[in-house]
Structure formats: structure tokens, C-alpha cells
């Protein structure tokens, strides 16, 4: 899923880009965002910061038992297609 | 005179410290040196494993002089903390074993671990291989940059930062 922050500060290519990814096989830790920089060889040319956490922690989000960090607002879902 | 609990407290401090600077550096643009960014990473999880072997009792004094203590403790603390944080163990396993190949590198990172000279490569000074060529941090291509690209990398930054937090 990504995310976006403010309307103003989105457009700045220094402006990492949000990804909020449920995964069922990391550690449950809460919102812990971390920073990754560009990896030009893989074809990613911006900074990321990606908050990872499990199903159960996405439910919370959605309760609003856990927060995001300020500014994090639904962009678009990244989810995978279905497999065929 | 400061007691083990002290210097954990000290080391914990630091490394989280470090940890932030590690992640501040990959937000910037132009991008900095992979070397410079992975040089805090190993400040970070050396100053995190000397805090947990304080807190575990051992003279913070054997500590000052070595900074070969990561491939061995950092797993140990991982594993401690997703014991902690209610991992399920199979799929804690599976972290843990990526954990500890990552650890393993990032011990080399500092210039004074060289592995009885299997391992010069380094975050800070240059070196010559076997053929006597020289290279430089600035251009080498390091493994923990794609053991923490991997899909257990990001679970083992949040064991790292978890278990720096625990400590403070």
C-alpha cells in the first residue's frame, strides 16, 4: 500500500516514498519505519521509507490502535494481483 | 566509578544514536557512499551487543580493546529479542538464520577485523587482494547491502532497533 504526506511536500524528489507493506512473517514490532536509499542497480532512483508490519498490526491501524507517523495518508494499493 | 549497568546504559545510548544517523543517511539525496552508511550500521550493532554483555555482567573494561564481537553476540541478542516481541519460531528461524549470515559481515566492516587476512575489505581504508590490486570502501560492493535488501532484511533493522530501545 502506499502513502502519501502532504500535497507539498510529495512533489520533492528528496521526499522518500511511503510504503506500508503487511507482511505475516516479520517480527511484530509495531510502527517502526525504516529509511532505505536509492538502489539505482535495482531501479529504484528515490529514498523509501517502508513500515512493516503484520496482518494483526494492520488491523490495529485500521482501529487506530496503532498510528502512522503524522502526515501518512491512504495513496494506493499496491496490493499483489491474485494469481491466476 | 560506573557500574556495568552503566555502561550498558552508555553503549545503548550510543547505538541508538548511531542506528538514527545510519538511517538519516539513506534519505538523502545525492545518495551518500554505501561505505558511510554501513559504517554506522556496525557502529550501531557494535555498541548494541557490548551494551547487552554489560548488562549480562561482563567488564565493560574487555570490551574497550575488540571490536570483534558482532558475528558472535548479534544473533544472540536478535534471537533474545524475538523471543521477547512473541515471534513465532519458525518464522523467527528463518530471520535468525539471515541475522546471523548478516552479522557476520557487518563484524568485518570495521578495519581491524580482518579475519587473519581473509577479509581486508573494510568501511574506512583502503586494501590490496591477493593479486595486490588496490581498492578503495568508496567503489567496493559490500554483502550486507544485499542481506539487508533482502526480504528478512527489513525484520532484522527492526530486531536491531528493538533490541538498541530495550536497553535504554
Known amino acids: 500500500m502506499r502513502y502519501s504526506g502532504s500535497p507539498s511536500i510529495e512533489f520533492m524528489p528528496s521526499e522518500p516514498i511511503k510504503l506500508l507493506e503487511v507482511n505475516a512473517d516479520t517480527v511484530p514490532s509495531g510502527v517502526m519505519p525504516l529509511h532505505f536509499g536509492p538502489s539505482v542497480a535495482s531501479g529504484i532512483i528515490f529514498p523509501s521509507v517502508i513500515i512493516e508490519v503484520t496482518p494483526e498490526e494492520y488491523d490495529k491501524i485500521e482501529k487506530n490502535e496503532l498510528r502512522l507517523p503524522e502526515g501518512w495518508q491512504t495513496s494506493e494499493d499496491l496490493s499483489k494481483p491474485n494469481e491466476i | ?168
Not at chain 2, 554506522?40 to 574487555?62: I, N, R, Y
Open chain 2, 1 to 168: 566509578m560506573p557500574d556495568a549497568a552503566a555502561w550498558a546504559k552508555g553503549y545503548a545510548r550510543q547505538a541508538e544514536a548511531d542506528f538514527a544517523l545510519f538511517q538519516r543517511l539513506q534519505r538523502l539525496l545525492p545518495p551518500v557512499n554505501t561505505c558511510h552508511q554501513l559504517m554506522f550500521l556496525q557502529m550501531a550493532c557494535e555498541k548494541l551487543v557490548k551494551a547487552h554483555l554489560c548488562g549480562q555482567g561482563t567488564d565493560p573494561k574487555s570490551l574497550q580493546s575488540s571490536h570483534a564481537f558482532i558475528a558472535g553476540t548479534l544473533p544472540v541478542v536478535l534471537r533474545a529479542h524475538a523471543i521477547e516481541m512473541t515471534f513465532e519460531p519458525r518464522k523467527a528461524r528463518r530471520i535468525l538464520q539471515g541475522a546471523k549470515l548478516l552479522a557476520q559481515e557487518i563484524e568485518v566492516l570495521a578495519p581491524a577485523v580482518n579475519r587473519a587476512g581473509q577479509r581486508p575489505d573494510n568501511c574506512e581504508y583502503p586494501w590490496t587482494d591477493d593479486a595486490d590490486l588496490l581498492h578503495i570502501p568508496l567503489e567496493w560492493s559490500f554483502t550486507p547491502v544485499n542481506l539487508l535488501e533482502a526480504p528478512a532484511g527489513r525484520s532484522i533493522l527492526k530486531l536491531i532497533q528493538g533490541a538498541i530501545a530495550n536497553l535504554l
